[in-house]
């Protein structure tokens, strides 16, 4: 089974940076996409980020800029560097993963494997 574990949330400033984790294990095929959504108080969840297979990126306009998922990956593992937190990317994120998937979305529909989530929270 397909399993993916974040960590790296917390507490930061506005204007400060975080790093999220996502280390996944299992069967995952190629091209697969994996992408980063997040879900604040009372609202939907949102696709922030996603990244093929193939080191293509796709980002939300509220994050273009600030955040990003570094081409660095470590095997096994993606990360979401945050920049220039707002207090509005106060959220619970999540990053989840589709195999057979050859580009990038942000929609969150389709994703089939998640992880638990991880707390940001801004101030």
């Known amino acids: 089974d397909v399993q993916l574990v974040e960590s790296g949330g917390g507490s930061a400033q506005a204007g400060g940076s975080l790093r999220l984790s996502c280390e996944y294990s299992?069967?995952?095929?190629?091209?697969?996409?994996m992408g980063w959504s997040r879900q604040a108080p009372g609202k939907e969840r949102e696709g922030v980020a996603a990244?093929?297979?193939?080191?293509?990126?796709t980002y939300a306009d509220s994050v273009m800029g600030r955040f990003t998922i570094p081409e660095d990956n470590d095997k096994n593992t993606s990360y979401l560097q945050m920049d220039s937190l707002k207090p509005e990317d106060t959220a619970m994120y999540y990053c989840a993963v589709e195999s057979f998937c050859f580009v990038p979305r942000l929609e969150t529909v389709g994703y089939t494997h998640w992880g638990q989530g991880t707390q940001v929270t801004v101030s």
């Open positions: 990244i093929g297979d193939d080191g293509t990126t």
């Open positions: 299992g069967n995952i095929y190629r091209s697969y996409c």
